[in-house]
């Protein structure tokens, strides 16, 4: 069926191996919402205080018009105005036809749009959030994270379909839409991969069991030889705008307790170094020469041994280098990402777990199986994506 499918979208796709603007839009939400997402972060870091309509609300809701527009414009055109080759690689739903990736991200824009009315009334009802995941807050977590999938499936499916050579955009929108689910995910583990937690076993346990899925599923779903390293490129090229531009804002706290008084907007961590051990995970690729074939699981713990490895080597050094008095500067950041409410204390410049959970042997073990069992993870849906047609 796929080879069937391929050869009737060939001819066309040939000819859509440029971005199309839905798909344009649907990264432009993706990336909308989490640099909303972030400001947010920072607004309740260093006001505390919001209303429904801040700026970093209506940036994130901005990510689901974009992406409702988007996918549901590709369902109206795909059902009535749609070519027998769009049509065949299109999923039907209620009668309507569209990419698989448009639907997830229709599903994703309503479920944004419903937390909003919800979140309101949650407010009003219970006051200020004491946790970040709050029942409208998950729906909202959910719907973010469908769209920022939805991208990625739409372009990649329009990769796939696209002749070799004549689909380096899709490509690149590919990875580039990979590279915002990673910081998605840096944000929601945040508490876990503070600079201080780093010579702490923990943070290698966390990071070995989650990243590794993504990273290895991009490497081997990508035509790009390159492809974990870019998208980990993406990640971190969006963190430091935000954690560069952010502090340019001026910011006053509006809320008590006020330990710390600050003046302008806090930035969010800056990003872990990931394209170092993404930069491996490609190399395991390139060296076993098992890129654009079906990998077997002999090669998931080589790939987790070099994740953990390089990200130990890496992420040791440099979060030492984050906790002394070098970094603290515009350009890294360091000792600026605390809250109006914590006091400047001894702990910003110290390892929290370094003596109750120390790095030994056997948890860095620990954290390779954990690994091990995210590059499983990653060599299977990887394996899917590359067949992704629809």
Same mark, same amino acid.
């Given at each position: 069926?796929?080879?069937?499918?391929?050869?009737? *979208?060939?001819?066309?796709?040939?000819?859509?191996?440029? !971005?199309?603007?839905?798909?344009?839009?649907?990264?432009?939400? @993706?990336?909308?919402?989490?640099?909303?997402?972030?400001?947010?972060?920072?607004?309740?870091?260093?006001?505390?205080?919001?209303?429904?309509?801040?700026?970093?609300?209506?940036?994130?809701?901005?990510?689901?018009?974009?992406?409702?527009?988007?996918?549901?414009?590709?369902?109206?055109?795909?059902?009535?105005?749609?070519?027998?080759?769009?049509?065949? =690689?299109?999923?039907?739903?209620?009668?309507?036809?569209?990419?698989?990736?448009?639907?997830?991200?229709?599903?994703?824009?309503?479920?944004? %749009?419903? @937390?909003? &009315?919800?979140?309101?009334?949650?407010?009003?009802? +219970?006051? #200020?959030?004491?946790?970040?995941?709050? &029942?409208?807050?998950?729906? !909202?977590?959910?719907?973010?994270?469908?769209?920022?999938?939805?991208?990625?499936?739409?372009?990649?499916?329009?990769?796939?379909?696209? /002749?070799?050579?004549?689909?380096?955009? %899709?490509?690149?929108?590919?990875?580039?839409?990979?590279?915002?689910?990673? !910081?998605? *995910?840096?944000?929601?583990?945040?508490?876990?991969?503070?600079?201080?937690?780093?010579?702490?076993? %923990?943070?290698?346990?966390?990071?070995?069991?989650?990243? /590794?899925?993504?990273?290895?599923?991009?490497?081997?779903?990508?035509?790009?030889?390159?492809?974990?390293?870019?998208?980990?490129?993406?990640?971190?090229?969006?963190?430091?705008?935000?954690?560069?531009?952010?502090?340019?804002? /001026?910011?006053?706290?509006?809320?008590? /307790?006020?330990?710390?008084?600050?003046?302008?907007?806090?930035?969010?961590?800056?990003?872990?170094?990931?394209?170092? &051990?993404?930069?491996?995970?490609?190399?395991?690729?390139? %060296?076993?020469?098992?890129?654009?074939?079906?990998?077997?699981?002999?090669?998931?713990?080589?790939?987790?041994?070099?994740?953990?490895? =390089?990200?130990?080597?890496?992420?040791? @050094?440099?979060?030492?280098?984050? #906790?002394?008095?070098?970094?603290?500067?515009?350009?890294?950041?360091?000792?600026?990402?605390?809250? +109006?409410?914590?006091? &400047?204390?001894? +702990?910003?410049?110290?390892?929290?777990?370094?003596?109750?959970?120390?790095?030994?042997?056997?948890?860095?073990?620990?954290?390779?199986?954990?690994?091990?069992?995210?590059?499983?993870?990653?060599?299977?849906?990887? @394996? +899917?994506?590359?067949?992704?047609?629809r």
């Amino acid at each position: 069926m796929e080879s069937v499918i391929q050869t009737a *979208v060939q001819p066309r796709a040939a000819r859509a191996a440029a !971005l199309p603007w839905s798909l344009v839009a649907l990264l432009l939400g @993706s990336t909308s919402i989490v640099v909303g997402l972030l400001w947010d972060i920072s607004w309740h870091m260093s006001i505390g205080r919001d209303t429904f309509w801040t700026p970093a609300h209506m940036a994130i809701y901005l990510g689901g018009v974009l992406a409702g527009i988007s996918g549901g414009w590709l369902a109206l055109r795909t059902t009535f105005r749609g070519t027998p080759e769009e049509r065949a =690689v299109a999923v039907r739903f209620w009668g309507f036809q569209a990419p698989l990736g448009a639907w997830v991200a229709i599903w994703g824009a309503l479920a944004m %749009l419903v @937390s909003a &009315p919800f979140d309101d009334w949650w407010h009003n009802a +219970y006051g #200020l959030d004491v946790k970040i995941i709050s &029942p409208p807050h998950a729906v !909202l977590a959910l719907g973010m994270i469908g769209i920022q999938i939805g991208a990625m499936l739409l372009a990649l499916a329009w990769q796939n379909r696209a /002749p070799e050579g004549r689909a380096r955009p %899709l490509e690149l929108a590919f990875v580039y839409a990979a590279g915002v689910i990673l !910081l998605m *995910v840096a944000t929601f583990l945040s508490e876990y991969v503070y600079p201080n937690d780093q010579h702490g076993a %923990l943070f290698y346990k966390v990071t070995g069991a989650v990243f /590794p899925a993504l990273l290895v599923a991009v490497a081997r779903a990508s035509r790009l030889r390159w492809a974990a390293t870019l998208a980990a490129a993406s990640y971190m090229s969006i963190a430091l705008v935000m954690v560069w531009v952010l502090p340019l804002f /001026p910011a006053q706290p509006m809320l008590a /307790p006020i330990n710390n008084p600050i003046d302008h907007m806090v930035p969010p961590l800056f990003p872990m170094l990931l394209v170092v &051990p993404a930069l491996a995970i490609d190399l395991v690729f390139l %060296l076993t020469g098992r890129k654009g074939k079906r990998s077997r699981v002999w090669l998931a713990p080589v790939l987790a041994a070099a994740f953990v490895a =390089v990200l130990f080597v890496t992420q040791w @050094s440099f979060s030492a280098f984050q #906790l002394s008095p070098a970094s603290r500067n515009r350009l890294f950041a360091g000792d600026m990402q605390w809250s +109006y409410s914590r006091s &400047p204390n001894a +702990y910003r410049h110290e390892f929290w777990d370094a003596e109750e959970d120390p790095v030994t042997p056997r948890k860095m073990g620990r954290a390779w199986v954990l690994a091990t069992a995210a590059s499983l993870v990653g060599l299977g849906w990887g @394996s +899917y994506m590359a067949r992704v047609q629809r």
